[in-house]
């Protein structure tokens, strides 16, 4: 069983992150979803990139650092899009994270990495706000840094292919990606 901290993409706390996180927690995992803008979430990728730019970085930041606070040290840092950005943030503050779990997009500094730190990265292939020369950097880094890397692409799907309520939305790679979730959570 682990600890586990599921941040939100761009658009907010929208009702796909409370179903993934009881998936999780059918699965006997302990889960928070903090609200990191306080505000409903956006119906547009372009409005919650407004919502984000209004709110900004560091509050947003700062509302993750809130929500992991009591939270045990070895918690699984993890986020869809934006949120998987904002987990790889805290992870200089939380270097005894157990893993760091991103749902469809990069997170984390290889000067934030421990030596064994679980790192699974799930992207739509191709993604276009991840290219694959910027991906392979990424991988590249994490793993020289120490981290355990992998990288699981899913051919076809857009974006956010695991939120069944939107365009990307892919019934299958969101079921694989999942079982590999799952897996991987049970493991840590």
């Known amino acids: 069983m682990a600890d586990v901290l599921l941040l939100h993409s761009v658009y907010g706390l929208r ?76 992870l200089a503050e939380r270097p005894r994270a157990a893993a760091l779990l991103l749902m469809h997009g990069t997170g984390g500094a290889p000067e934030s990495v421990r030596a064994g730190l679980p790192v699974r990265l799930h992207l739509a292939d191709p993604d276009e706000y991840e290219t694959n020369a910027e991906v392979d950097e990424w991988r590249a880094a994490m793993g020289d840094a120490g981290a355990e890397v992998v990288v699981h692409r899913y051919p076809g799907p857009g974006h956010l292919f695991t939120d069944p309520d939107t365009p990307d939305f892919d019934a299958l790679a969101a079921a694989l990606a999942w079982d590999r979730v799952l897996t991987f959570l049970a493991d840590v």
Not at 35 to 46: I, K, N, Q, S
């Open 15 to 90: 009702p796909a992150v409370p179903v993934a996180a009881d998936r999780l927690r059918a699965a006997g995992h302990r889960v928070t979803t903090p609200d990191l803008y306080g505000v409903p979430a956006a119906r547009t990728v372009e409005a919650g990139f407004a919502l984000f730019g209004a709110i900004g970085h560091e509050a947003v930041l700062d509302r993750a650092r809130a929500a992991v606070a009591a939270m045990p040290d070895e918690t699984v840092l993890a986020g869809f899009s934006m949120g998987a950005g904002i987990a790889g943030a805290l």
